[in-house]
């Protein structure tokens, strides 16, 4: 029997639902099939409040699919969809059943009236510090600004990993020039491509670009959820995430679902861009991670022979902005033709151009964005004071 959705719903429905009460299929948990390359992703959906005690029915779906002819590996998550018109559930729960001691589910923090309330969520072991990269809309150079970022920490000594969690729309296979796919250790961990130095996992190097676009909201973040926690990224410093542009239920979901230590928001000079700019920045807030700056992208041009610098967009608007709200101005990257032309070569200009100004922009930026992190993680670092 070939595989394609039908036969994993017929499987399916040898797996029972809660309370031993029907099957998963028939009682309309099972929300969507994906397929791509003969792995198959989906997710059950569930009350919020029992996704933990729902783990093994979770794992007899993914054995159940697994065991499948033509099947060389399953992601199945839990997920509890909001119902419209209620209050919004804690972040889906998505665990794993492959013998990892370790909880991924999160959990919120209550908090005593008047203190901010931290979700509580699981680090990545390994992992220092991760910070998104958003945008409030698509096109103002935020993953341009991510790559070049990641590699400008680099470049200060860190050691740097990047995460293309713009599902939809991957380019950091392209950015980096990686093509191929990556190696799976027991068809299971995800060994990260490398360019640069730079560990890298996106979306882009397990399937195609173009059908990441017709993913639902679950599949999304299984597929989030696995190239964070599922992906052999070793000791990291930090972990840049490049997020999807936007400030919608996707978007809010994902800044909810990883642990971030904190945000860098893009925006060009554009009055409009600085509007989706605060959304971002109201986005973050809402899910308590600490906004730790504005990167003013095509802030201004610098002309490629004379070196004469023009302030064509009416520069200077994210300054302004970032210190309205209070969150910490990083820096201005001018508008140049070679930032593109690198970017589109795969060549991110901070390694095609080490010495060159835009370098050494995106690396004043990083020195920035480390020590916003220094002081944001000293800041949830448990503290004794004396009085
Ligand atoms: N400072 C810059 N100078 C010149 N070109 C730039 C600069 N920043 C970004 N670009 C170009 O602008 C285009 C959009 O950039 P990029 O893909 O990084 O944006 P994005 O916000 O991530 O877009 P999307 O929302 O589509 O993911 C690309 O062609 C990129 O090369």
Same mark, same amino acid.
């Given at each position: 029997m070939a595989l394609d959705k039908n036969t994993v719903l017929e499987a399916l429905k040898t797996v029972r639902g809660p309370d031993l009460d029907g099957n998963i299929v028939d009682l309309g948990m099972v929300s969507d099939v994906f397929i791509s390359d003969a792995k198959v992703y989906l997710s059950i959906n569930v009350p919020a409040e029992r996704a933990r005690e729902l783990e093994p029915m979770r794992q007899a779906a993914e054995r159940v699919v697994k065991a499948m002819a033509g099947v060389k590996g399953a992601l199945v998550s839990l997920t509890a969809e909001r119902k419209a018109g209620s209050a919004p559930p804690p972040p889906p729960q998505h665990t794993h059943s492959h013998g990892h001691d370790h909880s991924h589910g999160h959990s919120h923090a209550t908090a005593a009236p008047g203190q901010p309330a931290?979700? !509580?969520?699981a680090g990545i072991p390994g992992i220092g510090a991760i910070i998104a990269v958003a945008s409030g809309k698509g096109g103002v150079g935020k993953s341009t600004t991510a790559v070049n970022l990641a590699l400008a920490l680099q470049a200060n000594g860190l050691k740097v990993g990047i995460l293309? !969690?713009?599902v939809y729309g991957p380019s950091m296979p392209r950015l980096l020039g990686i093509t191929g796919r990556p190696q799976q250790i027991d068809g299971r961990i995800i060994v990260p491509m490398e360019n640069y130095g730079l560990k890298a996992?996106?979306?882009?190097?397990l399937v195609d670009e173009g059908t990441a676009m017709i993913w639902r909201g679950?599949?999304?973040?299984? !597929?989030?959820?696995q190239m964070l926690r599922e992906v052999a990224w070793g000791e990291l410093d930090v972990l840049v995430v490049d997020m999807p542009p936007g400030t919608g239920d996707a978007q809010l979901t994902m800044a909810q679902q990883v642990p971030l230590t904190g945000a860098v928001i893009v925006s060009t000079p554009q009055d409009l861009a600085l509007i989706d700019a605060r959304k971002g920045i109201s986005m973050f807030n809402k899910v308590e991670v600490p906004v730790l700056g504005v990167v003013e992208n095509m802030s201004y041009f610098i002309a490629p022979d004379t070196g004469a610098r023009y302030d064509i967009f009416g520069h200077g608007g994210a300054r302004a902005e970032a210190e309205a709200i209070g969150a910490p101005f990083l820096g201005e990257v001018p508008l140049t033709i070679s930032i593109r032309e690198h970017s589109d070569a795969g060549t991110p200009i901070v390694v095609a151009e080490p010495d060159g100004p835009q370098a050494k922009v995106y690396r004043e930026i990083a020195t920035r964005v480390w020590s916003e992190v220094g002081r944001h993680s000293a800041r949830q670092a448990p503290t004794i004071t004396f009085e």
């Open positions: 931290r979700p !509580a969520k293309d !969690a713009d996992m996106s979306i882009g190097f679950p599949m999304v973040q299984s !597929a989030l959820m």
